[in-house]
C-alpha cells in the first residue's frame, strides 16, 4: 500500500469534506482515507495496482472540487502551495467582504429607514421621502434596492453555484441554505416588483402599497454577506499548519562542508550522502545525522529532546541534524541525510498529524442534509395544496415562497461562528489565543491532559536552588563561582552569574581561565588555583569529595545539577541549579485533576530528574526519555485507546504531538514552531490558562447549542404557520415580512446569548496573591562590609502581557539609581524591587509608565 497526500480545493464545510471522503473511499484499494478541510489535503493509501493517483484526483472532481497530487503538477485547476492557497483565500474573501458591505450599508439603510426613523421619533430626511416615499415612488423604492442587491449576489455567487449544484447531487451543505434562503427572499423581492408595476399600470395603489411593504431584497444580501465574514475568520484560522512546517524546514542548514579528497569542500546539504565525512565549526547546525569521528563539543540538543543543557559529544557518540554545535570543532560521518533525518521525521509527523486532524463538526452541515429536502418539500406541498384548495396561483405561491423566506439561515449561520468569536475573544483578552473553532469543540472533550515538562511545568532555564559553603563563607563561595563561570558558555554558568548579581556580589576576578569541555573549568584568583566542575572533574584533579557525598546524592535525587569548586585542591563548596517548577504549574495540575482529567508529564529529560518534579507536584505519572516521534506516538496510543488528548508544550521537540492531539496547547513563551503546530497559544506561559482554555471551551460548545435551540425554535413555530396551517380555521396567514422579523428576532437572541460569554472569568492562581503591594519592608544585613541597609518593595503593574512585557518592565526597574535587584512575576502582574535607598511610589510609577506599564498597587 502506497501512502499519498493530495491537496484538496473548493471545500467550504465538513460536508464538503465528508462528500470527497466518501467519494475516494468508494474507489477500490483504498484505505485510511482521511480528508482535512482546515488543511485543504486528502491523506490516504492505496493499492498501486488497482488504482492512480489520476483515478483518485478524478473521483474528487466528479464530487464536484479541484484536486491534486501533493507536490506535483498533476492538477485538475490551477494550484498554489498550501500558504499560498490559504493566503489567497484570506485575501479574496476579505475583498469580496469589504465590496459586499459597500452595497449592503446603503440598501440597508433605503429598505429601513422608516423604520429606523420610526424607532427613534425623527422625522425621515426630505430628499429621502421626495425620493422613496408614497406609492407613487414605489417602483424607484424596488428598483434601487434590487441593482444594490445583484453585485452583492453577483460578489456571493460561490453560495448560490456551490449550493445548488451540492443540492442537485444529492448532498445539501450550509452553502446549499444560503443560497436557497436568500434566492427565495429576492425570488420574492421580483415578484413583488412585477406585482408592483402591474397595479401601476392598472391604477391598483392598494396593490402597489402592499407589495412595497413586502421587499426582502435586503435580507438577500445580508444573508450572503453574514456568512462571508464567518468564512474569512475560518480563512484566517487555516494559515498556521503550514508555517509550522517551514520553521521546521528552517532548522535543517542548506549547506554542508565535507571532506574531500583530503581538503573541505561545501556543497549544498541536500546533496549530502550516507558515508560522508562533514566538518562542522563552532555556532553551526549539524546537517545530517551520523557518528563523531573526532573533536570534542556540546551540542544542543533541545530542538529535539527538550533538554535545555547541551550534551557533551566525544569520538563514538551519535549526533543528529537541525542540533547546534556550541563551542567545539567536531568532525563526524553521515549516517542518515535527506528525508531519514531525525529533524525529516519530525517535519513528515507534523504533516501527517495536521493532516488527520478531524475539522470541527459543525451542526449546522450535519442537519444540512435533512433540513433543506424538508423545508423544500414543505414550501412545494404547501403551494400545491393551496392550489388544490381553488385558492390562486398568486396566493399558493406567496404561501411557498413564505416558506423558503422563513427559513432563511441567518441565525443558522451566526450561531456558531458568533459564539466561537466572543470565545476566541474572551480567551485573547485573557491571554489565550485560539486558532479555530476545531480546538474548542476538541478541548471540551478532553479527558487527558499531556504535558512537557522544560519549559511548560517548569521555567525552562536552570536558577540555583542550594549554595553549600565548606572552607568558605556564602558569599565568598558565590563570588567565587561567578568569576570562574564568568567566561563560561554553560546554560548553568548563566544562573550562577544571575545569582551572584542578584545578591549584589561582584565575581572575583580570575585569570588563566580554561574550559575542559564536558567536565569543568580552571582559572586562578590571584596566586591560587580554582576549579569548577563535577564531582568526577574533582577526583581527576586530586580534589576529595567525599565529605560531600551525601549533599551530592540528595541533591541529585532532587533533579539538581551539583557544580563544585575548589581552591588550592581543597573543596571549596558546592553550588546546584535545576529548572524551577513554575509558581502555577502546581496549582493548574490540581485543577486539572480536580476537572475529573488524567494529567500524564511526557519529557525528554533524564529518568531522574522526571521524578522528581513528579514527586513536587504529585503527578500519578511521568513518562522520560521520550524523543519527538515517541511523543507524538505516545499521544496516538491514547487516542487509539479511545481518549481525546489535549497537548501542552513550547519546543519544536513538541511540535508533532501538539499537532497530533485533538487540541494542542502551546506554551507563549516557547518556538514559533510549536506555536504554529498548535491549537491554542498561551501567551503568559502559565498553565492555569491552559486550565481556563478547556473551561472556555466547554462554556463555547454549551453557548452553541443554546443558539442552535434559538436558531430552530422559530423555524419549528412558524414555518406551519407561514404554510398556512391555521388559515382555514383562524384566518390566520403568516406573511412573509413577519417571517422575516422572527429571523431577525431569531439572529438577536442569537448574538445575545453568545454575547453572554464576555462574562467568563479565567483561573488565577491563589499563589503571592496578598495585598502586599506597595509596601516597603527594610531589611538589614550584617557582612564583612559592616552593616547595610535594603527596601524592598512591592509594586503592582498592569498591562503586563507577555514574556516581553516582563522583561521592559525588569529593565526599566533594574536602571534605576539604587536599585540592587529586580523580580518581575508576570502571572501575579508584580515586580519585587530591593534598593539602598528610599524610592518614592511616584518615582516607580515615572519609570513605570515611562516603559509603557501603569503602576496600580
Known sequence: MKKERFTITGMTCSACSARVEKAVTKLAGTQDVSVNLLTNSLQLAYDEGQLSPAQIIAAVEQAGYGASLKDTKQTSEPQADGDDIWAKDAAALQQRLCLSLVFLLPLMYIAMHQMVYGWLGLPVPEIIQTIFAGPENALT?????????????????????????????????????????????????????????????????????????????????????????????????????????????????????????????????????????????????????????????????????????????????????????????????????????????????????????????????????????????????????????????????????????????????????????????????????????????????????????????????????????????????????????????????????????????????????????????????????????????????????????????????????????????????????????????????RQLKQMGLEVIMLTGDNERTAEAVRRRLGLTKCIAGVLPAMKEQHIAALQAAGHKVAMIGDGINDAPALARADAGIAIGAGTDVAMDSADAVLIRSNLLDAVSAIKLSRAVIRNIKENWFWAFIYNIICIPLAAGLLYPAFGLKLSPMIGAAAMSMSSVCVVLNALRLRSFRPERSDAGSENTQGNQERQVSVGKEGIKMAMETELKIEGMMCAHCQKHVNDALSKMAGVTAVEVNLEAGTAKVTAGRDISRDEFAQVITDAGYELVG
Open 141 to 589: 423604492f424596488t428598483l434601487v434596492q434590487f441593482l444594490l442587491l445583484l453585485p452583492i449576489m453577483y460578489l456571493n455567487r460561490k453560495y448560490y453555484i456551490n449550493g445548488f449544484r451540492n443540492l442537485f447531487q444529492g448532498a445539501p451543505n450550509m452553502d446549499s441554505l444560503v443560497g436557497m434562503g436568500s434566492m427565495a427572499a429576492a425570488v420574492f423581492g421580483a415578484f413583488a416588483m412585477f406585482r408592483m408595476s402591474w397595479g401601476l399600470g392598472h391604477g391598483d395603489w392598494g396593490l402597489v402599497a402592499e407589495y412595497s411593504r413586502n421587499l426582502y431584497f435586503e435580507s438577500a444580501g445580508m444573508i450572503v454577506t453574514l456568512i462571508t465574514v464567518g468564512k474569512f475568520m475560518e480563512a484566517k484560522a487555516k494559515g498556521k499548519t503550514g508555517a509550522a512546517l517551514a520553521g521546521l524546514m528552517a532548522l535543517a542548514p542548506q549547506q554542508a562542508v565535507v571532506m574531500r579528497g583530503g581538503q573541505e569542500v561545501t556543497i549544498p546539504a541536500d546533496s549530502l550522502a550516507v558515508g560522508d565525512e562533514i566538518v562542522v565549526r563552532p555556532g553551526e547546525r549539524l546537517p545530517a545525522d551520523g557518528v563523531v569521528l573526532s573533536g570534542q563539543t556540546s551540542v544542543d540538543e533541545s530542538a529535539l529532546t527538550g533538554e535545555s543543557l547541551p550534551v557533551f559529544k566525544q569520538p563514538g557518540d551519535k549526533v543528529t541534524a537541525a542540533t547546534l554545535n556550541k563551542n567545539g570543532a567536531i568532525h563526524f560521518r553521515a549516517e542518515k541525510v535527506g528525508g531519514d533525518t531525525a529533524i525529516s521525521q519530525i517535519i513528515r509527523l507534523v504533516e501527517e498529524a495536521s493532516a488527520s486532524k478531524a475539522p470541527l463538526a459543525r451542526l449546522a452541515d450535519r442537519i444540512a442534509g435533512v433540513f433543506v429536502p424538508v423545508v423544500i418539500i414543505i414550501a412545494l406541498a404547501a403551494g400545491g395544496i393551496w392550489l388544490a384548495l381553488g385558492e390562486s396561483v398568486e396566493f399558493a405561491f406567496s404561501m411557498a415562497i413564505s416558506v423558503l423566506v422563513i427559513s432563511c439561515p441567518c441565525a443558522l449561520g451566526l450561531a456558531t461562528p458568533v459564539a466561537i468569536m466572543v470565545g476566541t475573544g474572551k480567551g485573547a483578552e485573557n491571554g489565550i489565543l485560539i486558532k479555530s473553532g476545531e480546538v474548542l469543540e476538541n478541548a471540551q472533550a478532553v479527558d487527558t491532559v499531556v504535558m512537557d515538562k522544560t519549559g511548560t511545568i517548569t521555567e525552562g532555564k536552570p536558577v540555583v536552588t542550594d549554595v553549600i559553603p565548606l572552607a568558605l563563607s556564602e558569599s565568598e563561595l558565590t563570588a567565587l563561582a561567578a568569576g570562574l563561570e564568568k567566561n563560561s558558555e554553560h546554560p548553568l554558568a548563566e544562573a550562577v552569574m544571575a545569582y551572584a548579581a542578584e545578591k549584589g556580589l561582584t565575581p572575583v576576578p580570575v585569570n588563566d581561565f580554561q574550559a575542559v569541555i564536558g567536565k569543568g573549568l580552571t582559572g586562578r584568583a590571584g596566586a591560587s588555583l580554582c576549579l569548577a566542575g563535577n564531582a568526577a572533574f574533582m577526583e581527576e584533579q586530586g580534589v576529595d569529595t567525599a565529605s560531600c557525598h551525601k549533599e551530592l546524592t540528595r541533591l541529585t535525587a532532587e533533579g539538581k545539577t551539583p557544580l563544585l569548586f575548589a581552591q588550592d585542591g581543597r573543596l571549596a563548596g558546592i553550588i546546584a541549579a535545576a529548572d524551577r517548577v513554575k509558581e502555577s504549574s502546581s496549582e493548574a495540575i
